[in-house]
């Protein structure tokens, strides 16, 4: 199971850090969002292989949470709920080398 001891720590956000894995066949993403004194941590989960520019944001699952330590442990808490919840869509991964990927950069696409 993802444990918060594997996630980088607080301190990774506040300088901008960008945190990605995977557990099973679910892919996630954790970022600092917003203008400071507003920053948010978002909290992005989808279905694996992809990586998140490769994958649309209609099939993300993204939340938001409080920019502190509380938030950061709200968050590795909402991504252990995320893989119970879709647990028959994470076991279920395609082959990378199987399927063409759309890149999804910010408002413009790329087929490759």
């Not at 918060?4 to 901008?16: D, M, Q, V």
């Not at 941590?41 to 520019?53: I, R, T």
């Not at 099939?59 to 938001?64: G, K, V």
Request: net charge negative.
């Amino acid at each position: 199971m993802i444990d918060e001891k594997e996630i980088l720590p607080f301190n990774f956000f506040a300088y901008g850090g960008v945190y990605s894995g995977s557990h099973g066949g679910m892919r996630y993403r954790i970022a600092r969002i917003g203008k400071k004194p507003d920053f948010q941590l978002e909290v992005s989960v989808w279905k694996g292989p992809y990586c998140y520019a490769a994958v649309s944001p209609e099939q993300r699952i993204t939340q938001q949470f409080p920019y502190s330590e509380e938030g950061r442990s709200a968050a590795i808490e909402w991504l252990l709920q995320q893989y119970q919840a879709h647990l028959p869509t994470w076991e279920i991964m395609e082959n990378i080398l199987d399927a063409p990927i759309t890149l999804h950069y910010a408002d413009s696409e790329s087929k490759a």
